[in-house]
């Protein structure tokens, strides 16, 4: 049950990443001066790191297959 899971969060994950809500505006400035679009990607890699952490620890095989 958790690699479908997975796959659905990563399908997910995906379509969040083309973020066509900040491509023509710069403001808000997040802490004042990071652009919003910016301030998304930045976020966007944090998360990207913790599902890929995520998906190590639950999907990897325990052990190589025999050739």
Known sequence: ????????????????HQDVWFWRTVTPLVFGFIPIGLAYH?????VAALLMFVLV?????????EP
């Open 42 to 46: 930045a976020g966007y890699c944090l």
């Open 57 to 65: 620890k639950l999907a990897w095989p325990s052990e190589d297959p």
């Open 1 to 16: 049950m958790a690699r479908p899971l997975l796959a659905l969060l990563l399908l997910l994950f995906y379509l969040l």
